[in-house]
């Protein structure tokens, strides 16, 4: 139960930025991040569409 309580509070102190690079898409960014999808980083950073652009700053884990 201890380790339960240590695992959650570390992955939602985890707040990840990822600075977008040339050539990345939203697909290949979640496949860096186990357990998290391209929707899930559209959802997390009001994108409406794929258009990103190199650069750009992206919020991982909410």
């Known amino acids: 139960m201890a380790t339960e309580n ?13 600075r977008v690079k040339s050539g990345d898409s939203l697909y290949s960014i979640a496949k860096k991040f186990p ?18 652009k190199p650069g750009m700053k992206l919020n991982i884990n909410g």
């Open 6 to 18: 240590t695992y959650s509070t570390s992955k939602s102190a985890k707040k990840q930025v990822y």
């Open 35 to 52: 357990g998290i999808s391209a929707e899930d980083i559209k959802k997390w950073n009001d994108i409406r569409d794929n258009n990103i």
